[in-house]
């Protein structure tokens, strides 16, 4: 059963950056598109960012031209690493392999604030 561990959240100042990591168990990261979500407080869980896993990156509209994605095939990790923080990016933040989910991680939380 994949798992998948999220970690580097915190507390942030507003402009201020953060890098996000999730680790992959299984060998077959390599194969997969792997994403980053994140759910505030009320809202629904909304994808923030894919990449294939050729490496192209998608950015969602959002956090396009702050946020950018990465992965290490070898390290079987996907990264998230985040400029330009703003107070609407609150949230806790997940990895995952869509389409096809699998359980989802923990999360690690961002909370931006001065």
């Known amino acids: 059963q994949v798992q998948l561990v999220e970690s580097g959240g915190g507390l942030v100042q507003p402009g201020g950056s953060m890098r996000l990591t999730c680790a992959y168990s299984?060998?077959?990261?390599?194969?997969?598109?792997m994403a980053w979500y994140r759910q505030a407080p009320g809202k629904q869980r909304e994808l923030v960012a894919s990449i294939s896993s050729s490496g192209r990156p998608t950015i969602g509209d959002s956090v396009k031209g702050r946020f950018t994605i990465s992965r290490d095939n070898a390290k079987k990790t996907v990264s998230l690493q985040m400029n330009s923080l703003k107070p609407v990016d609150p949230a806790v933040y997940y990895c995952?392999?869509?389409?096809?989910?699998?359980?989802w991680g923990q999360g690690t939380p961002i909370t931006v604030s001065s």
């Open positions: 995952n392999r869509p389409p096809v989910i699998v359980s």
């Open positions: 299984e060998m077959s990261f390599n194969i997969y598109t």
